[in-house]
């Protein structure tokens, strides 16, 4: 299958699909165009990246949906703190504290989604993150700054009459 086949994008979305969005940590704004999923790891630093700029993309209107893909595998310690985070009381909270390199207070609950996210994220072929997904299931790579991001959405979207983004015009 080629990387735009229709095929391997009806996969690709009901993969995500299948991750509830109550599952996920979400960053949105109260209007948002676009809905990417993200796969992240609290130790990247390109994720970090992202998150940082997470008020940017809210701002272009683009919602931010994590799902955890700890790089270093199952068992690792990674997986216990992305674990702990999707366990906090305030996920957003304990997201940001993790990516800004704040100690993850050790956390277990009942059920976790991160080891099924994880295997999400392998069915899909992540092998790095941030691994973006547009809503059609195109995978638009890794990072992207908050321009560039919203103006690859609007060519998949085929917005042709989307303003430039500034500095691009």
């Given at each position: 299958l080629s990387q735009s086949s229709v095929a391997l994008?009806?996969?690709?979305?009901d993969?995500?699909?299948?991750?509830?969005?109550?599952?996920?940590?979400v960053f949105a704004p109260p209007n948002a165009k676009y809905t990417i999923s993200v796969f992240t790891d609290i130790e990247c630093g390109y994720c970090r990246k992202l998150h940082g700029e997470i008020a940017e993309y809210n701002k272009r209107g683009i919602a931010i949906e994590?799902?955890?893909?700890?790089?270093?595998?199952?068992?690792?310690?990674?997986?216990?703190?992305?674990?702990?985070?999707?366990?906090a009381t305030d996920r957003k909270?304990?997201?940001?504290?993790?990516?800004?390199?704040?100690p993850v207070p050790q956390r277990q609950c009942k059920s976790t989604p991160v080891d099924m996210e994880y295997n999400v994220g392998q069915r899909l072929g992540i092998s790095g993150t941030p691994a973006i997904f547009a809503p059609d299931g195109t995978q638009l790579g890794g990072y992207l700054p908050p321009d560039k991001m919203r103006e690859a959405l609007d060519a998949l979207a085929g917005d042709t009459a989307a303003p430039a983004p500034a500095g691009l015009r």
């Open positions: 994008s009806k996969y690709r979305t993969l995500l699909a299948s991750v509830k969005t109550s599952d996920r940590i994590y799902l955890a893909f700890p790089r270093m595998g199952l068992g690792s310690k990674d997986h216990k703190d992305m674990i702990s985070v999707w366990c909270q304990a997201l940001t504290d993790a990516k800004n390199g704040v």
